[in-house]
């Protein structure tokens, strides 16, 4: 590897951990590009090219991971949830999470209850894959299915 593509990487890793860091407030591509030192759409191109989806999607994915631990773990409605994480509108959140977990955030509250394990293991089984060769996650199985699996 080159060093001008060890320096790159070095960049969106710095670019992504920003985001990680800062979900819930509003961020925007040339804001998240800024941090790598690079232009909106180099550094959109380079993002996709390294992590295999755009800067907005992994936002949006980080997001929805976020809301489905505030979901299971607190009390909090769905629309306290959706600001929480830095969603502006409950019809995007509930849209983009559907989209992703495969069913409505209510629904999801319903099916998936507190989880009794370490974080550790609790944020491995629960991240979102986005690559579906990968196989099902607990949170793309439907929790019927899920209790299935786990007898």
Not at 20 to 33: F, G, K, N, S
Not at 87 to 98: E, I, K, M, P, Y
Not at 124 to 139: E, K, T
């Amino acid at each position: 590897m080159s060093r001008e593509t060890e320096e790159l990487h070095r960049r969106l890793l710095r670019a992504r951990d920003t985001i990680d860091r800062a979900y819930a407030r509003p961020l925007d591509v040339r804001a998240i590009a800024a941090v790598a030192h690079l232009s909106p759409a180099h550094f959109s191109r380079c993002f996709r090219a390294v992590f295999g989806e755009t800067p907005h999607r992994y936002l949006q994915r980080r997001r929805v991971e976020r809301s489905m631990f505030l979901l299971r773990e607190t009390g909090r409605s769905v629309t306290e949830v959706c600001f929480d994480v830095g969603f502006a509108s409950l019809g995007t959140f509930s849209r983009t999470f559907r989209a992703i977990v495969g069913e409505t955030p209510s629904g999801y509250r319903r099916g998936n209850g507190p989880v009794v394990v370490p974080g550790c293991v609790q944020m491995a089984q629960f991240r979102i894959s986005r690559c579906p060769a990968a196989g099902p996650s607990l949170a793309t199985v439907p929790a019927s299915a899920a209790k299935e699996n786990a007898k």
